[in-house]
């Protein structure tokens, strides 16, 4: 059994280790300058906690916990270009470093070494693995399909919203505990408790996420604050602002996500000062902490030592604790 | 066995009865779009043919042939895209009928989809099948980036652009086929005659379409002719040309496909006049004819009755042979 930090360590030796592809500049290049970015690293971190949780070997995971990530990569690889963000983790993105065609390209081949990855290390659960990656993968594209759909509605409920965020973030997290667990042939519904921990985890996660881009601290947060009230995405602190909110205070709202004035200060005041009326923040720490206890249960549930369970309660606290 | 002509109307009837998703419009619609659009199915039906020709069952191969005309057609459709290229099979390309993110989104989706195909029937070499699939893919992506990267150099020679073509064309008619061998758990050295066959009747087609875009009758080519000239692509015949010519010859050459006017009839009539009288057309039939019979002695090479070959003979004969 490892503690989180060692398996943490094996996951940034491992990257360190890997050589993505020095040959062909045109398409490696991008492939490695995206993976050596760091981050951190939770697909591949959760999947081999897994994997040691039923007493299997890491190291027989090693290339499952690799290509997780690589597609994790290659999916924020191709949202940067569709959402033409400049910067991730500080850096150019890659269709802005080199130009759209390059990560159009390099991004496909991407997804094609994660599955590589895959196949690199026979299991007798590997077709259910696959499956199971198979299918997360397509579902993490319909939450895209579903974010971007929500960009031209205004009726977006919050139920509408939880599934999306539950697509397009929490079914990665659970996919990747779910194949960890069959990594080690863990029992079926061992395998089914670890994966609906991964989902309420991903759903508090990204509500979380929410919750920091609105009062996050730019220096601990590592990015600016106010982007999704300067963007006008539609977040879980709106959708519950817009249905708490009186008539003014919705129309307010409303008008105020139609405009991109060129200096967003004022408006994410105004924005934030309607949260605060509405107590909005209270509202979504409230909801991240049903969420945490519900995949508590989910983990107190799955079939193991409550010792071993250590490193994902540790790692869950610390995605869903994160400072704002 | 089957004769060519039935195993065509199987591959037709796999795809009128496959439903490529009705749910989530933005995702799915463009790839039922993009999937419907016909073509000839070539490579399923080279992947069935090598089934039926080892004696192996084409239905249990069946979502592998939907799985891989699945990847054809979205890397078809990321290289529209790429390409800016407004028409495919005389329709409108799906970046143009909706826009790029649709486009970036409904072909990873796309992707991902041939996979999934490919993990709904197991079969005992399906590791194997996995593998070659995965590595058939990745060279093609190889094969695009050396295409783009020609596109900025001046010195490509004759072995480049068909080790260019290898990758890109080739290798998924050698992949289909070999695929197909291993659905019917054919010996290695069977596997690897027919893989060859594959390959040089993918380089002898390229060469063929090359030859088609100059001098193709519009109305059977399906294309508009001179397209290569037009878009100063570096083709066969240019890299030919460029070799056999005299230093005038090369040198007007060189600066037609610099040039790109707004009428480009006079230009291509320039080209072709060089081609026809450095008797390019000759040089690039006899490398055709050639290919054809290297293809052919692999086919030969393969341990099944003639009979049993006659499929994928007739197959390679209609797909080089097409009318100039």
Request: charged share 25%.
């Amino acid at each position: 059994m490892y503690t989180l930090e060692e398996i943490q360590k094996k996951v940034s030796q491992y990257f360190a280790d890997e050589d993505f592809g020095s040959r062909l500049g045109g398409l490696y290049e991008p492939i490695g300058y995206a993976l050596s970015q760091g981050g951190k690293r939770i697909r591949p971190v959760m999947l081999l906690a897994a994997v040691d949780l039923f007493g299997g070997d890491i190291e027989q995971a090693r290339y499952a916990a690799i290509g997780i990530e690589t597609f994790h990569n290659f999916t924020l690889l191709h949202d940067d270009l569709m959402d033409r963000s400049p910067v991730r983790r500080g850096k150019p993105t890659v269709y802005r470093k080199w130009d759209e065609n390059t990560a159009i390209l390099s991004g496909d081949a991407m997804h094609i070494l994660a599955w590589q990855y895959f196949l690199k290390q026979p299991n007798k659960n590997l077709l259910e693995i696959l499956q199971t990656f198979g299918k997360t993968c397509l579902q993490i594209h319909e939450g895209q399909q579903y974010d971007m759909n929500f960009e031209h509605r205004d009726d977006v409920t919050i139920d509408e919203y939880m599934e999306m965020i539950r697509l397009k973030t929490a079914v990665l997290l659970g996919g990747a505990l779910k194949i960890g667990a069959l990594y080690a042939d863990a029992k079926p519904r061992d395998v089914e408790e670890l994966y609906n921990f991964g989902i309420d985890t991903g759903l508090a996660f990204q509500l979380r996420d929410d919750l920091l881009d609105a009062y996050g601290n730019t220096a601990t947060f590592g990015k600016e604050t106010g982007t999704d009230i300067k963007d006008n995405k539609k977040t879980y602190l709106l959708l519950t602002a817009l249905k708490k909110g009186d008539d003014k205070q919705t129309a307010t709202l409303k008008a105020l996500f139609s405009s991109t004035p060129d200096n967003p200060a004022s408006k994410i005041k105004e924005v934030l000062d309607i949260y605060s009326q509405l107590d909005i923040r209270s509202e979504v720490e409230a909801r991240i902490a049903e969420l945490h206890e519900k995949a508590m249960h989910h983990l107190d549930a799955v079939s193991c030592p409550a010792s071993a369970k250590e490193p994902l309660h540790k790692l869950a606290c610390s995605l869903l604790d994160r400072n704002v």
